[in-house]
């Protein structure tokens, strides 16, 4: 398994797509706003945020995760930002997530980036054991979520 550009791998921007749409409905769903399709070819690049990562075995596509400038109104002076965690629910729970966030790490710090940053509902465990800093908490959209920072150096 490896962590990847999208850009080295064009064949998947259709799948991961349909997955996204499945995903997150209210978003990429037809009656949503968001265009899967056109966000993943706008983070189809290597060198520049945003950036699309995928995890894949071989040809299998296993899940996906992006590099992002400023996500968040309130903290824009934050710079990068892991969002867009997926994978197939039939794989979640094996260790994927952590994977794909190792990558990230290793890509932003490729990169030149000191730091990393992330904001969560659900991954604090997660984020907690692969040694990510708790920063505050905060309210978005009527959600409580947990803001996180990563040393790269």
Known sequence: MKLVPL????DLIAPLAA???????????????????????????TDVLPIALVLVDGHELLGALALTGPTFERY????????????????????????MLQGAAEHARRLGFARLHIATATAVSLLQRQGWTLLETFEHEGEMLSLFVLELT
Not at 27 to 45: I, T
Not at 81 to 88: I, N, P, Q, R
């Open 7 to 10: 850009a080295e791998r064009p």
């Open 19 to 45: 997955a996204y749409e499945a995903e997150w409905q209210d978003w990429y769903g037809p009656d949503g706003p968001g265009d899967a399709r056109a966000d993943l070819l706008e983070r189809a690049r």
């Open 76 to 99: 824009q002076h934050l710079s990068p930002w892991v969002g867009g965690g997926w994978t197939w629910p039939d794989r979640r729970g094996q260790g994927l997530g952590a994977l």
